[in-house]
């Protein structure tokens, strides 16, 4: 149980232009999902919180027009990187927290490996 | 100030032996939980094993333990009896406050890479 699909794994693109991520939560809802950015061999960088049907809550110093982040229902949040540019190249992970409990992980997808040429 | 610190750069270990991966947080809040992912070089995030600020023992999963030091404020990661799978990146993660859904996002430790040899 309590699996986050990620699409796509793998993009490559021209700088430029505007793609989009997906994370679907397969047998949960959930009311919050999070969005990570990591580099290699680095740590994951919090982006954002997306929060189902209200805006996001981006961390500080992620730029919100630049990432685009909506959550139109309780399994799907999506990420837009718009207008991308080479410096935007980077791992881009999503997770979320079924149920309710403290015990309760953050479930991640596999994550969609981005880069702009 | 760091809230998760993992200063291990790398770690190696042979195989079918024990390694202890390092954690130290920081936080003044008095509820909180700590968490341990795994990371091959596939990407994907692998929850290992949780143990929350007041829990009285130390969490145990399979083959996974965690040795809590509450005043030391530290959560080290035991692996036994190591496999070559196991070699991946370790992070060790918080989060602060008591659970309510929407706060429990992740600090998480640079991560300790461990390497098992054969």
């Known amino acids: 149980g309590a699996v986050v699909s990620q699409h796509p794994s793998w993009v490559i693109c021209k700088s430029g232009t505007s793609v989009k991520i997906e994370c679907r939560s397969l047998d949960f809802q959930a009311t919050t999902m999070f969005w990570y950015r990591q580099f290699p061999k680095q740590s994951l960088m919090l982006m954002a919180t997306?929060?189902?049907?209200?805006?996001?809550?981006?961390e500080q110093g992620v730029e919100k027009d630049k990432f685009l982040i909506n959550h139109a229902s309780l399994t799907l949040s999506t990420l837009t990187v718009t207008s991308a540019h080479p410096e935007d190249s980077s791992f881009y992970i999503c997770s979320a927290v079924p149920g309710q409990g403290a015990r309760q992980p953050q479930h991640f997808g596999d994550g969609t490996r981005l880069s702009i040429l | 100030a760091q809230k998760i610190t993992q200063t291990q750069p790398g770690m190696f270990v042979q195989e079918k032996e024990a390694v202890t991966l390092d954690c130290t947080y920081d936080t003044s809040d008095p509820s909180y939980g700590l968490f341990w992912y795994k990371q091959p070089s596939s990407g994907e995030m692998i929850f290992l094993i949780y143990q929350g600020s007041y829990d009285q023992q130390n969490a145990t999963e399979g083959r996974y333990s965690l040795n809590f030091q509450k005043a030391r404020k530290s959560a080290n990661l035991v692996i036994s009896a190591s496999q070559l799978g196991d070699s991946a990146m370790y992070f060790c993660?918080?989060?602060?406050?008591?659970?309510?859904?929407?706060?429990?996002?992740?600090?998480f430790g640079k991560g300790i890479t461990l390497s098992v040899r054969p």
């Open positions: 993660a918080m989060r602060e406050g008591p659970f309510t859904g929407a706060n429990s996002k992740l600090t």
């Open positions: 997306s929060n189902e049907g209200s805006k996001a809550t981006y």
